[in-house]
């Protein structure tokens, strides 16, 4: 195809993409480095019978005019990064003098809110992307030996909980391992213990929201995997099963080396979408025990006080973050094909 | 010999088939429940004293003299407006889609029949793009759209996910033109049309499988987005999914929490609807690019 013709074919997805993916990195970028402008502060004088005195008083009219004239706000350099709320690299120092060990610095660490986002965030993709990896291709093992009839109903029920919207999946199970529904009371009698709440406890919660991200997205690698599993070349298996291999061995040998670049394809989709967890926060309440990055930006940005210049701070550190996951894997395409 | 080995696998057989009803449990039994109990009242769905009532529908029955009650679609649809958020969510999805597509096609038959080195960078610089947390994306529009005057405004929130969007669909679109044979366009454009003409009239009639699949996926995609619409939106034209975040703030008084269970059955309604009549090209759209590679 033409160069020409190229461009004019692509120019409205491509004009898309730039005005609203390119353009608000660079813009989170340019206000992650202005804070908001102070109020403006006058001294006023009041005389009275008594004499006079000056105080201090906000100038509304000044403040209001200064913020439409420099919407922007004024330059702080990486003042915002180094804040509590983002890398708190004063805090980070003063805890590594003051603490006893490893551990202990690592709790002081974690009671930062951006290290604990972060570290829930990283644990959520660690543990969520293999465990729907396997589980999905154990489901997808087992719908395989289903006869014909029955594998499409399995299928329809199997791909719900990847369908629904991931903020309303979340709620209807969180409704019911809430302490008064179904779930809790199963896992209240389970445990012994009328007054145990998952709400209530930290790592009960980053297990629910952890088992909630397996269960949505096991559906996904299911289905990839079982249409996988019908392209394994037929003789191979047979040659393995006329060798003596058992059904395991021809799993491991056979089916698993075929699946291998399906695996690394999901699982690169799939740490995407896990790092980027946020709706299943805001469903089971469990912001007072677990925050992800994007719930630290959500937050920043909803509420009553819009802190736009520090969700823009974590929006770049988030990116960042994104962007070193990414790049072995844009390491090996570039090498494999930037080559050829 | 053979009858041992047989009993080996029939015991694995059955640890297979049970395994699968355990699995079809916990997929299907969440979305039944909350069903059956969008029709109680909180007191029975949310029973902190004996679950069973869930079942049975005891407090319903005292306190709306029946066993099943509408009165969470009632407070839902009519008292809260759900009606109208409804309506906002159909009229984004539909644009969302049909704009989508026609850039995505467009993008994916280029991307399809470059043989140039820079198309592939493009798809790879749309990887890239897809990998940005939606909400990150948000944050860097938020000042623009207010000294813009663009927040709060349906067609704002429909550009920006079309565009959010656009990674997705060229990735699919692309994988699918590929499969479109090369001769068809290019003996068009030996009989004398121009690209655009041989796109319109040899491609386009062709190209509705794989476009009904990505326009489902790109539908599932606005539908069920809520990291833009909440933030974007106002509260006059919010669509479902934000409306259902905002009644969660309002659940403390009594029998609101019901409210936010029957707008979730009817959200996920439609979805099931759409599972039904469109597996098929539900699981070939998700294994299409996999597969493929």
């Known amino acids: 195809m033409k160069h020409k013709t190229f461009f004019w074919f692509m120019l409205p997805s491509g004009l898309a993409m730039l005005l609203f993916i390119a353009l608000p990195i660079i813009s989170v970028l340019i206000q992650s480095v202005y804070a ?101 291709f154990v489901i997808a093992l087992a719908v395989n030996t289903l006869p014909k009839l029955l594998k499409g109903p399995m299928i329809f029920f199997s791909l719900l909980p990847m369908i629904v919207t991931p903020l309303i999946g979340a709620l209807i199970l969180f409704w019911m391992i809430d302490a008064r529904g179904v779930l809790g009371a199963f896992i209240q009698w389970v445990a012994s213990d009328p007054n145990l709440s998952l709400k209530a406890s930290t790592p009960l919660t980053w297990a629910m929201l952890m088992v909630y991200g397996i269960w949505s997205s096991a559906p996904f690698a299911f289905v990839v995997y079982y249409a996988g599993l019908q392209t394994v070349p037929d003789d191979t298996l047979e040659s393995a099963m006329i060798d003596g291999a058992t059904p395991f061995e021809r799993i491991r040998y056979v089916v698993l080396p075929h699946l291998l670049p399906l695996t690394t394809f999901m699982a690169l ?45 974590t929006s770049v550190i988030t990116i960042i973050c994104v962007s070193i996951l990414l790049s072995p894997v844009l390491y090996r395409t570039w090498r494999d094909f930037g080559k050829s | 010999m053979a009858v041992v080995q047989n009993k080996k696998y029939s015991v694995a057989l059955m640890l297979t088939w049970v395994f699968l009803v355990v699995w079809l449990i916990v997929a299907a039994f969440p979305f039944l429940w909350t069903l059956w109990g969008s029709f109680k009242v909180e007191g029975d769905f949310f029973s ?107 067609p704002t929130t429909i550009v920006v996910l079309v565009a959010i969007n656009q990674p997705f669909t060229l990735w699919m679109l692309t994988s699918f033109f590929r499969n479109i044979p090369k001769d068809l366009d290019e003996s068009a454009m030996v009989d004398g ?69 029957s707008s979730v059955v009817s959200v996920t309604a439609p979805l099931f609807v759409l599972v039904l009549f469109f597996q098929r090209q539900i699981v070939s759209g998700l294994t299409a690019g996999a597969v493929k590679g």
């Open chain 1, 36 to 136: 908001p402008h102070e109020q403006v502060i006058i001294e006023v004088e009041n005389c009275g019978p008594f004499g006079c005195e000056t105080s201090t008083a906000v100038d509304q009219d000044a403040t209001r005019d200064l913020r439409e004239a420099e919407p922007l706000g004024r330059f702080v350099g990486n003042n915002i990064y180094t804040d509590r709320n983002h890398l708190a690299t004063s805090e980070v120092g003063l805890a590594w003098q003051s603490s006893t060990g490893i551990g202990d610095f690592f709790s002081k660490l974690l009671n930062l809110p951006f290290y604990g986002a972060l570290l829930f965030t990283l644990t959520y993709t660690a543990v969520v992307t293999p465990m729907a990896l396997i589980f999905g």
């Open chain 1, 269 to 313: 989709i799939k740490i995407m979408d896990n790092f980027r967890v946020f709706e299943p926060i805001v469903s089971f309440n469990a912001a007072a025990h677990a925050q992800s990055l994007s719930y630290f930006i959500f937050n920043d940005l909803g509420g009553e006080t819009q802190l736009l210049s520090s969700s823009a701070a």
């Open chain 2, 48 to 154: 902190k004293a004996d679950w069973t009532r869930a079942l049975t529908g005891e407090l319903t029955q005292v306190e709306t003299g029946g066993v099943f009650t509408g009165a969470g679609y009632e407070g839902a649809w009519i008292k809260e407006e759900f009606w109208k958020a409804a309506l906002n969510t159909l009229i984004m999805s539909v644009c969302v889609v049909t704009v989508s597509l026609t850039l995505g096609t467009l993008g994916g038959y280029a991307l399809s029949r470059s043989t140039f080195r820079y198309a592939f960078w493009l798809l790879l610089v749309a990887l890239i793009f897809r990998a940005m947390p939606p909400i990150t994306l948000v944050s860097g529009y938020l000042l623009p759209f207010y000294e813009w005057n663009l927040w709060g405004h349906l």
């Open chain 2, 193 to 261: 049309c121009t690209p655009f003409q041989a796109f319109r009239h040899v491609i386009i009639p062709v190209m509705w499988p794989g476009v009904i699949t990505t326009g489902l996926f790109s539908f599932l995609l606005a539908y069920n987005d809520f990291a833009v619409t909440t933030m974007l939106l106002s509260k006059e034209n919010q669509t479902m999914v934000p409306k259902i975040a905002s009644f969660l703030g309002t659940t403390q008084t009594k029998g609101n929490v019901m409210f936010a269970v």
